[in-house]
């Protein structure tokens, strides 16, 4: 599986399904979609002609992914523009290819374009920088400035000049995404494309763009599109010295746990553990540092599924790490999804709290690195996944609150994905639960006395606490998946989810959530962490998607697919979406974010982490 990953085919098949259930009784003349304010206008969707030919919903399985949907006619609706940008990209592979190897192109790719092909440069032309630093140049253009390039001639000349600017670069890659389709004025097919190309070198440079592409459709119904133009717009290239360099064998390589544990990858071990000991491809694990042994250095706890033990890895003076997980007491077998190292009970060493299948396990630390359970705490109706630490009431000590992603009996049998229900909106979630820190590790649930338990039954993957309103307590934003997020604030101890009221709900996959002043007006800011999906904005924008839905279920259902979320705080209660104007939406699938000041210029930039099911199956014949 690509970087898409599983959770990208279930989002299209998600969109798919219910365009099915919508479009089984459509009438003749579609009504208009109605855009979101901040969608780009020049990414029209009009009805899907019949003239292409068409991929039926019923060639796709739906139940392969774990997505159950109500009963619905699969023989009645034909997605004929998703069958063209598969040939589409069919034709762009071929343009991939060439930019990305030594040799020239051949003969046989001279069909890529139509003899009457016309288009802009696809290189910057009178760029302007944006950034210029040591190490870190950016410049951009809008477009071409105004030379066309006529006729297949033509074609080449231009991809032979973006080649020309990465000729120098091992390592290259290129990659296309196509965004939409315009099928209403055959034989001619428009469609938006994202570009990016890469190569490493002394200077690493990338260079992305968007290419508003037209095609040239036969009546044959086997061959391929041909281009007959190419308009590249809102080109951004960038040229930067190496920041960072994998240094994970120097560091954590030398112990035997990474050599027989750790390196191996998941698919190893799900061919040798059983699935009810908790184990799965999903890849839920997620780590925690901190100073466990007080000598000032910064350690490293990794969660493992369940047949795994937990590691505790210890840094050196070095700066190489050891595995300590057994003399620790740290080696839970249990499946565990996220661990927090801090202090719990004000003695000045770092606890640990792991959240496991179970429920947490709250550890307290002796000083030296050798923890013993205080006190568990049972999530009986849920898994906690994610436990975020901070001291909400102002008593002087830490609190605990956990994210609870799928009631338990909810997920699919043997499969790790849940049943939203509905997939855009669901609200059949785990419950949240929030513990109070009594002293000496012990807690108590007391989500529902603080107001914590409205709107208490997302799909939640992340939360962070932040004093947003600078009122002087911790307010907290919970990102859900498949739907509206949590915004609580804290009013003293009690808390109101403004989340709507505010600008943030933020309908969509949401998976992380960060703050950050990214403005440095001294009002801390929100970023969201969703899913990027080519597929979902070509589908969503259709007019024959759900058709007898309100305009509000279908910008929601758009909404889903737009990416990532930038909230600029107002400093009145008010959030504003900059998301697009900040160019910070197409973080692809993101799991993860970061305010982090990369390039250590006293500002906050994102790091963002993303992909899925990534490596090799060397299984596959």
Known sequence: ????????????????????????????????????????????????????????????????????????DETTVEWSTEAFSERAATQLKSIERFLTTVADEDSSQQDLVAPEYRGSSLILVAPRKVVDEPGLVIERSASGNGQHFDGVDGFWQTLRELKANFAKYSNRYAKFKVTSVDASSLPAVRTTVEFAISGIGDINKSLTSRW?????????????????????????????????????????????????????????????????????????????????????????????PGGLPNRMFVQSESGSVRDVSMESNTAWWDHSHSALIVDLDNDGDQDLTVATALGLIFMANDGTGKFSVASVKLCPEAMPFTIAAADYDNDGDLDVYACCYSPRGNAIATRFLARPVPYHDANNGGRNCLYRNEGNLQFTNVTKSVGLDAN??????????EDFDDDGDQDLYVANDYGRNNLYRNDGGTFIDIAKQSGVEDVSAGMSVAWGDCNQDGRMDLYVSNMWSSAGNRIAYQRSFQSGANATTKSEFQRHARGNSLFLNRGDGQFEDVSKFAGVTMGRWAWCSQFVDINNDSREDLLVANGFITQADDTDL
């Open 1 to 72: 599986m690509n970087a898409n990953g599983l959770k990208a085919v279930m989002c299209t098949l998600a969109l798919l399904s219910c365009a099915s259930l919508a479009c089984s009784c459509r009438s003749r003349t579609p009504d208009t979609v109605e855009r979101p304010p901040d969608a780009p206008v020049e990414e029209s969707r009009p009805e899907p002609s019949k003239q292409l030919d068409a991929v039926p919903i019923s060639s796709i399985s739906l139940d392969a992914v774990g997505i159950q949907t109500t009963s619905r």
């Open 212 to 304: 508003h592409c037209e095609w040239l459709v036969s009546n044959e119904t086997e061959s391929l599109p041909l281009l007959t133009a190419i308009e590249s717009v809102d080109i951004e290239q960038t040229r930067a010295r190496l920041m960072f360099e994998d240094r994970t064998l120097d560091v954590i390589g030398g112990t035997a746990a990474f050599q027989e544990q750790l390196a191996v990858g998941v698919d190893y071990w799900l061919r040798r553990i059983e699935e009810r000991f908790g184990i799965n491809s999903a890849g839920w694990q997620g780590v925690a540092i901190g100073d466990v042994n007080g000598d000032g250095r910064d350690d490293l706890y990794v969660c493992q």
């Open 456 to 465: 208490n039954r997302r799909f939640s993957l992340a939360a962070a606490w």
